[in-house]
Each structure stands twice: as structure tokens, then as C-alpha cells.
């Protein structure tokens, strides 16, 4: 068995609430999406050559006293997680020289921007889900999110489908 490129070594839960929301009536929405503001964050900070910390959230919560009468819950869930880089990773592409440690190092800051809080977010799931499985209003799983950021196409943004955003007519001088 192979080692994984990055493993995730231990997670702490920072916070966790979850509420019932008394506005809910699950006659009137139940076909409606319970999960309307979802929201969530992540971010990845190197601690060592190896190391890295990645923070993960994600809620759910009244937007002042307007509750959504479709969401059956408000909750908030944040996260730590401490991971380890496998030392022989990235590995030689075949037929290529190694990465020098500057390419290196951005490849395993883009495995940890994705594959990071992704592993956590798979917790925060099930947390919520097993969570809310014992409430009133039966379990939830949170939305499917992704990590993956668009791509750079020739320095400029690339729209979701990966192609490059059309350029706009220059503007003419009056």
C-alpha cells in the first residue's frame, strides 16, 4: 500500500451549535431546499516545510429576526485540522527532471487548498448530519461543495466551463 500524499493527522472541533428553527412548518416546505444561506470558509496556513493547519466553517444562521421558514435548522460547525505532507511527494513526473522546491512547493499549496478542507468538510457532514439526526425535524446533510478553484487561462480568468471569458470591445474615447 501506498502512502497518500497528504494525511490528515488530527482535527479538533473549535464550535458547534445546531437549533431547531421554530418558523419551520416541514408541511409547507417540504419541497423546498432546507439549506437556503448556507454558507461556508476554509483557508490553509504551512506551519513547517510539511505541515500544514487548514481551518474549515460552516453555518447556517437567521439573518436577524427574519427566519427562513424552509430552513428546519440553524447550526455553525468550525474546525481544525493538522496535516502531513508525504516527504516524497510530488513525485518525478516520468520523462521529466524533478520539480525545483519553488514547484514543489506551490503543487503541495494547491493539493492543500483543495484536498485539505475537502477531508474536513466530509466530518463537518456527517457531525451535522448526525447531529440533526436526533431533532425533531429528522437528519440533513449539508450541500456538496467544491474546492476546486477555476483555473488561470493564459493570465486571464477562466469562466466555469474552463474557457477562456471573452475580451470586451475597448471602449472609444469622446
Do not use: C
Amino acid at each position: 500500500m501506498n502512502m497518500p500524499p497528504i494525511e490528515l493527522e488530527k482535527y479538533s472541533v473549535q464550535e458547534v451549535s445546531l437549533g431547531m428553527n421554530p418558523d419551520h412548518d416541514p408541511e409547507k416546505h417540504k419541497d423546498l431546499p432546507d439549506d437556503e444561506g448556507f454558507q461556508f470558509m476554509h483557508y490553509s496556513k504551512r506551519i513547517k516545510k510539511r505541515e500544514w493547519l487548514v481551518v474549515l466553517g460552516v453555518k447556517l444562521e437567521p439573518e436577524g429576526e427574519n427566519n427562513s421558514p424552509s430552513v428546519p435548522y440553524f447550526y455553525k460547525l468550525e474546525m481544525v485540522g493538522s496535516f502531513k505532507v508525504h516527504p516524497q511527494f510530488p513525485p518525478k513526473p516520468q520523462g521529466k527532471s524533478k520539480p525545483t522546491p519553488k514547484e514543489s512547493d506551490e503543487i503541495i499549496k494547491a493539493r492543500m487548498e483543495i484536498n485539505g478542507p475537502a477531508m474536513l468538510y466530509g466530518i463537518a457532514r456527517e457531525k451535522i448530519r448526525s447531529l440533526s439526526s436526533s431533532s425533531g425535524f429528522g437528519e440533513i446533510l449539508i450541500p456538496t461543495v467544491s474546492f476546486h478553484k477555476a483555473k488561470e487561462v493564459e493570465g486571464k480568468a477562466a469562466s466555469l466551463d474552463g474557457k477562456p471569458k471573452p475580451k470586451r470591445a475597448p471602449r472609444k474615447k469622446k
